[in-house]
């Protein structure tokens, strides 16, 4: 009989923590932060535990041979059952995202389950694999900002896109395990990706902080106009149109916390690459299949530092921080669940 155990052992549970972070820094970027995006992130979790499913159901009798131990090939779940679950969650995650965000978060929420889809039943086991599963990750940041300025956040799209590259392409051996040449590539890919998270992005406004209506604001030099339903905060680098941060009430189109710490950015970004970059330097000294499986399991979980990284940098320094508290969270649960 199948238990909640064995579907969590499936879907890979725990490694969802480092799925909500791409819709926030998504949202932090485009300026879109609001009470909706809880639920899209919501959307993000369930589309990525579809794909999680549906993955070990496409691969089921290549798991029989190499991973037999997977819920599965030992008969726990049926391949009826993981499929069935794998629609399901599908369904579910196209509706939140359509009921939560509209238009124009369905219009990203479908190709992505799309992506999902293709990248397990098509693509996985093609040279285009990383490819596609790095586009998947990046329209779930995409799917963050629907409801702001798209373009904003194509940058920290394109740079968690590239972290699932390196982390994807070392997937591919973790069975076989690999050469020195593939994990010092991924490691160059990681210094990039961490160095992208702390470059400004050209014509970014940061994330917008609610304000009670009048109210100053404690420790700026832009105290709001008594009467006026909104607070201006010089330099604090919101969304305004002038360039400087929009502030609380009614009219403000995002919410999140802008916190004046500039060095976040950096120091988050620079967690990751230690962590995940350390991981893939074991693999270079010694290329076995468990050390290439620890490597990528760093990667997921590893993950939340950078997205964290990329909030931060979107003006939300507080947001970021408890995004970046996924990665501990993650490693610990990877010790009951494997996130791989």
Not at 125 to 147: F, H, I, K, Q, Y
Not at 213 to 232: E, L, Q
């Amino acid at each position: 009989m199948t238990t909640l155990a064995d579907v969590a052992e499936l879907v890979r549970a725990p490694a969802a923590l480092s799925v909500p972070g791409d819709v926030v820094a998504g949202a932090a970027a485009a300026g879109a932060l609001s009470p909706r995006t809880p639920a899209l992130a919501g959307a993000s979790v369930l589309l990525y535990w579809a794909g999680m499913a549906a993955n070990d159901w496409a691969d089921r009798e290549l798991d029989a041979v190499e991973r037999p131990e997977r819920p599965i090939p030992s008969g726990r779940v049926t391949p009826a059952a993981a499929l069935g679950l794998a629609a399901g969650l599908t369904a579910a995650g196209v509706g939140l995202a359509a009921a939560v965000g509209g238009r124009r978060a369905a219009a990203l929420a479908v190709p992505l389950a799309a992506s999902i889809w293709g990248y397990d039943l098509l693509a996985k086991n093609t040279a285009a694999g990383p490819a596609v599963m790095a586009a998947c990750r990046g329209l779930d940041v995409l799917l963050g900002a629907s409801g702001g300025h798209l373009w904003r956040a194509l940058p920290s799209a394109a740079t968690v896109a590239a972290h699932t590259w390196t982390v994807t392409t070392l997937s591919r051996r973790e069975v076989t395990g690999t050469d020195a040449a593939l994990p010092m590539r991924t490691l160059a890919g990681t210094a990039l990706v961490a160095a992208s998270a702390v470059i400004a992005v050209p014509g970014a406004r940061r994330a917008a902080v609610p304000a009670a209506r009048g109210a100053a604001v404690p420790g700026t030099r832009g105290a709001a106009v008594p009467g006026t339903r909104t607070a201006v905060v010089p330099g604090a680098g919101a969304a305004g149109a002038d360039g400087r941060a929009v502030v609380g009430g009614g009219r403000a189109r995002s919410a999140g916390f802008a916190v004046a710490l500039p060095a976040l950015p950096a120091l988050l970004a620079g967690w990751y690459a230690a962590r995940y970059g350390a991981a893939q330097a074991q693999v270079v000294r010694d290329p076995s299949a468990g050390k290439v499986r620890a490597a990528v399991g760093a990667g997921i979980t590893g993950l939340p530092a950078l997205q964290g990284a990329l909030t931060a940098r979107g003006g939300a320094g507080l947001l970021g921080l408890a995004v970046a508290a996924a990665a501990p969270l993650g490693r610990r649960l990877a010790r009951k669940v494997s996130p791989t």
